[in-house]
Structure formats: structure tokens, C-alpha cells
């Protein structure tokens, strides 16, 4: 089966730009997760849906990211304006349920100059 | 709050030894744990789960170990590749959550 896709695989930009993410995940997967992965750390999640629907979003910063899953497949996550300290490597992963593994993409670089 | 976490940050072992990835926890209402594997420039990767019901579970050439009394996972690699080369997470996840906390991760390097 074809693993969860995102794009762009890098973004450089400067600071107070905003930028956007996408991640398509795996087929039939109703759980989607977004994680923030500093150099040299685990990944921390910043917002999980189910279906469309936001399961937790407690450590996403809303002052400045925003993510959405609208028809509860694809989901974008957008960073408006970014800071230095969002380098990082963005994550998305899926599972069928809240109660399976979880499975990643490889990510979007995003290095803000 | 709490969180997981690894003993040590890097390991070095020969090519064709086993592998023991160790992971410690803190919160008691962990039910679920999983290790996963990241390689350079990609995503983590699945290796291995399991719940608090099981104290050992087996996949191919891994073994994870759950000692819930002293709150320790481990990782248990055989015939260690250099394909094995990556950093290892472990997570957990308490009962009354479906939240996964990760720890800082352990740095497997395979000698030849």
C-alpha cells in the first residue's frame, strides 16, 4: 500500500513569511497527525483530527499555525508568520484509528532564514 | 509533565551482535508503548508495539520487552545490520489518552 505522501519535501523562508504543508495520508486512514520534529529531539504532535473533526489540537501555537482536513483525507498545515524557532521538520502521519500504530511521511524541511 | 525517555543517546555495536535499545517512563498510566525507527532524511518508521497485557512481544529480529514494575522498555535487536543504522524513539501512550509522547531518541551506529 502506497505510505503517507507530503510535499514540499524542503521550504526555505524568511521569517514572517507564511508557508503551507501538505500530506496525503494513508488510503482508509481516518487518524491524522501533525508533528514538529526539532533537530535532534522526537517528533511532538501539534494537532490530530478524526475524520475532519480536531481530536486534539492543545499544543498547536493558534496564534500562528493553522491546519484543517476539510473532507477528512488530505490535510494542509499552514505557519502564518513564521518565527525562527519553527525549523524543523514537519511530520504528518496516519492510523486507521485512534487506536492503531501510527504511521509517518518523511516530512517537510522548513528552514526559516 | 511526564515523558519517555532513553538511557543512553548513542550506541555502537559490531555488525552481526545483538542490539538492546533501552527506554525508561514515567507515567504509571501507560498502556502502550511502540518503538519506531528513523533513518536520515525520512520519516520514523514502525517497528514494533506493545501493550501493558504483555511483558514480551517478538517480530522479525526484534523483541520488545515491557517491565512495568520498574517503568523500562527495551528494544532487543538480533544479528544487528548496518541497515540497522538509525535512531530509535520509543512512545508512549497513557490509557486515557490517544496522545503519543516520544522520547529524544538513541543513536545506533553498526560497525563493520
Known amino acids: 500500500e502506497a505510505g503517507v505522501a507530503q510535499s514540499p519535501r524542503y521550504k526555505i523562508i524568511e521569517k514572517r513569511q507564511s508557508v503551507a504543508f501538505w500530506c496525503n495520508p494513508i488510503?482508509?486512514?481516518?487518524?491524522l497527525y501533525w508533528y514538529q520534529q526539532i533537530l535532534g529531539q522526537g517528533p511532538k504532535l501539534l494537532i490530530q483530527?478524526?475524520?475532519?473533526?480536531?481530536?486534539?489540537d492543545s499544543q498547536l501555537p493558534k496564534d500562528r499555525f493553522s491546519a484543517e482536513r476539510l473532507k477528512g483525507v488530505d490535510s494542509t498545515l499552514k505557519i502564518q508568520p513564521a518565527k525562527l524557532e519553527d525549523s524543523a521538520v514537519y511530520l504528518c502521519?496516519?492510523?486507521?484509528?485512534?487506536?492503531?500504530?501510527?504511521?509517518f511521511g518523511d516530512g517537510t524541511r522548513l528552514s526559516i532564514l | 509533565g511526564e515523558s519517555v525517555g532513553l538511557h543512553l543517546p548513542t550506541l555502537s555495536v559490531q555488525e552481526g551482535d545483538n542490539s538492546i535499545i533501552n527506554c525508561a517512563y514515567s507515567n504509571s498510566a501507560s498502556d502502550y508503548f511502540i518503538w519506531y525507527k528513523q533513518e536520515s532524511g525520512k520519516g520514523p518508521q514502525f517497528i514494533i508495539d506493545i501493550r501493558s497485557n504483555m511483558d514480551k512481544r517478538q517480530g522479525q529480529r526484534v523483541t520488545v520487552l515491557l517491565n512495568k514494575t520498574v517503568k523500562h522498555l527495551s528494544l532487543q535487536i538480533a544479528a544487528t545490520q548496518p541497515g540497522d543504522s538509525a535512531v530509535y524513539f520509543c512512545?508512549?501512550?497513557?490509557?486515557?489518552?490517544?496522545?503519543?509522547?516520544f522520547g529524544a531518541g538513541t543513536t545506533v551506529t553498526v560497525r563493520a
Open positions: 512512545a508512549e501512550r497513557p490509557s486515557n489518552d490517544y496522545k503519543l509522547s
Open positions: 488510503s482508509g486512514h481516518a487518524t
Open positions: 502521519a496516519s492510523s486507521g484509528t485512534l487506536d492503531q500504530p501510527q504511521h
Open positions: 483530527f478524526q475524520n475532519n473533526g480536531v481530536v486534539d
